[in-house]
Every structure is written in structure tokens, then in C-alpha cells.
């Protein structure tokens, strides 16, 4: 068993930095953004869920057209790892660009 403990600034502040995450090596600035974030997320942020949002607008652009919407949970591997797996009280981004 594995217990977290997080403040809603921690919440954005992991945001900002899976942004940063997705901007790395990048040859082209993105022009579409796709967010999926755990709807744990949003219930633990309550009124300050468009602020994870701001801060990774901050960090991709504002030129970039963002959407997204709330899951119940991510499938996808882990670092170095092949198989899927339960990623809960995430936030997935996918950024496109020519």
C-alpha cells in the first residue's frame, strides 16, 4: 500500500511540470493540446481546478488551442516499463503540432 499526501498547489505545480515534461526536445510549438485529468483531481481542487490549467497554458503557450476533459483514471506503462497500468490522480497531456 501506497499513501499520498498532496496540497492543491502541489497538484499544480505537478502540472507545470508535465508540461515542461511534454515541451522538451520539441522541434515546433504546439498548436493543439489535449489534457485529461483524473476527476481525484478535480474533487480535491474544487474551485481551483482551471488554475492546473493556467499553469500549463504558462508553460505550452497561449497561442496553443487547449482542450480536455476528466477521466477516471489513465492506462499506460510506467517509466522503462512495457506493460499497462492504472495511473490514478494524473494529468495526461498530448500536445500536437506540424
Known sequence: ???????VDDIVDGA???????MNG????P???ILVSCVGRKL???????????EVISVIGTDTAVTGFYSYGEMA???GKDACRLHNQT??????SE
Open 77 to 79: 506503462p510506467f517509466a
Open 44 to 54: 480535491v481542487m474544487d474551485q481551483r481546478t482551471e488554475e492546473e490549467v493556467e
Open 1 to 7: 500500500v501506497q499513501l499520498m499526501m498532496s496540497t
Open 26 to 29: 520539441r522541434e515546433n510549438k
Open 31 to 33: 498548436e493543439l493540446a
Open 16 to 22: 507545470s511540470t508535465a508540461a515542461q515534461y511534454a
Open 91 to 96: 494529468m495526461t497531456l498530448t500536445l500536437f
